[in-house]
């Protein structure tokens, strides 16, 4: 099987999926009467807090049929239960890609339909299918708080938003999925759902549904450049600048020179994975140490 591509998708630390294990939570913590505080509080003890969460794989209306491998992203605070701080998370790209899809105009708070980006990412193998998945990512903040645009190229911790409710929300959260094309679903051009795994590292299967992961995302702004470090051949001219009318040079330490550099630079442009072309920024950075050095030792031109 062609592997996924692995994701992260948060900028802030934790998060934590399963609404149904929150519910046995819950009830064990009003069960216990007085002492359910306690419990409670210690729940709260890890990364992701203690309080409601979203749906998961296979468990709500929302997260069936295409989007049964869903996963909601929600934080609490640490040790104080209940205190849901997803809202305002910075939502950024899990993987290079292009943006197919953005609905951005939805208000905040909004029920009427989800603020929502979709990007599509190539097949890892395949450098061919530049559109096998696409990761889907809603109920971000709004109106037009989105900063990407369809067919906008998209770098891993670019960020797309920030975490909100608009749309079939009840909870600052973030509805997170990813797609295969070649994975046949009636009605759905982007294919069946997968289970986005590994997220920055971590494997989570169907038993998973309650485990705390940390976000190894770190966002990012604009292109990544890329440094261009082989190059083919190089060649230089060094010459004499032109001297104004009347102008006198009287020794070589008041001429001034003209560095003038070429060549041919080899340039990988299919990507880190061989998947999709690059759309970095390149930088070319030729050895200027070579031909200066070459001109104070042959012709004793002073040193810059």
């Known amino acids: 099987m062609t592997p996924r591509p692995s994701c992260s998708v948060a900028s802030r630390p934790a998060f934590q999926g399963c609404l149904w294990g929150y519910v046995a939570e819950q009830a064990i913590i009003i069960g216990a009467g007085f002492g359910g505080l306690f419990i409670a509080l210690g729940l709260s003890g890890d990364d992701c807090g203690f309080g409601p969460r979203g749906y998961y794989y296979n468990s709500g209306p929302t997260h069936s049929g295409d989007e049964a491998f869903a996963i909601d992203f929600t934080r609490c605070r640490q040790w104080v239960p209940y205190d849901n701080i997803g809202g305002g998370t910075p939502v950024l790209a899990a993987r290079d890609g292009i943006v197919s899809f953005v609905q951005a105009g939805i208000p905040s708070g909004d029920s009427s339909a989800a603020n929502e980006v979709n990007i599509s990412h190539a097949d890892p193998e395949n450098s061919a299918d530049t559109t096998r998945f696409t990761s889907r990512y809603l109920h971000m903040e709004g109106p037009f708080k989105i900063p990407v645009s369809a067919m906008m190229p998209v770098f891993t911790g670019n960020r797309l938003g920030l975490m909100d409710d608009t749309g079939n929300s009840v909870l600052d959260h973030l509805h997170f999925c990813l797609h295969d094309r070649q994975i046949s679903f009636p009605g759905v051009d982007i294919g069946g759902g997968v289970r986005p795994t590994p997220l920055s590292g971590v494997t989570l299967e169907d038993g998973d549904d309650g485990t705390c992961v940390r976000s190894t995302n770190i ?73 200066l050095n070459y001109a104070v030792n042959r012709w004793n031109i002073p040193t810059p």
């Not at 292109?223 to 083919?232: L, Q, R, T």
């Not at 006198?248 to 041919?264: K, P």
């Not at 990988?268 to 140490?289: C, F, I, Q, Y």
């Open 219 to 291: 966002e990012t702004v604009g292109n990544p450049v890329k440094e261009i470090s082989s190059y083919a051949v190089q060649n230089w001219l060094i010459t004499p600048s032109a001297l104004a009318v009347n102008e006198h040079v009287a020794q070589i330490r008041e001429q001034r020179f003209l560095l003038l550099l070429s060549g041919v630079a080899i340039v990988d442009v299919k990507g880190n994975s061989g998947a999709t072309w690059l759309h970095e920024t390149v930088s070319l950075r030729p050895s200027l140490s070579d031909p």
